[in-house]
């Protein structure tokens, strides 16, 4: 799959013009694999059905939260940072879909965030924070911040849209 210059973006695709589709052999694999996958192929909308797929989203995240903060007490950087790659696209993915918006590209990322109504306070700028510390243990504790705030949101949000 081709993918486009929107998304050639650091940190997640800085060098990187082509996403082999054949490594993908898991639905785990397209979660924490090809970031944005589902907004770069719509072959799910996510975006569309929020209460269906943010769970999977924080299970994810609760699935992975603790294998980051090990490997950042164990001073490996390196190795906690494709798993932070992965959740913080995670967090952006469930912040627009949340929003019944796809992500349609990282060019524009902090203004688009801005305009999101429903978010944690300060969200474009922890989250421009956490895109530039991604192999920092501080970067993670941002990212836990913002889970725990989003999650707390999402249980707000499905509370209005049941009214």
Do not use: C
Request: hydrophobic share 40%; charged share 30%.
């Amino acid at each position: 799959m081709k993918l486009p210059s929107s998304f050639q973006i650091a940190p997640f695709y800085e060098n990187q013009t082509v996403i082999d589709e054949k490594k993908l052999r898991s639905d785990e694999d397209k979660w924490l694999s090809v970031y944005f996958y589902f907004d770069l192929t719509e072959v799910a909308k996510p975006w569309l059905e929020h209460e269906r797929f943010l769970p999977l989203i924080f299970h994810y995240w609760d699935k992975k939260k603790n294998q980051i903060k090990e490997d950042f007490r164990n001073r490996e950087a390196k190795k906690a940072k494709p798993l932070m790659m992965a959740m913080s696209a995670l967090l952006i993915d469930a912040l627009f879909w949340l929003n019944k918006e796809k992500v349609r590209n990282l060019t524009s990322l902090r203004t688009d965030i801005e305009e999101l109504f429903y978010k944690p306070v300060n969200a474009s700028e922890r989250i421009h924070f956490i895109l530039t510390h991604v192999g920092h243990y501080q970067g993670f504790v941002q990212l836990e911040m913002l889970f725990e705030e989003l999650r707390k949101l999402y249980t707000r949000v499905k509370m209005i849209e049941r009214k």
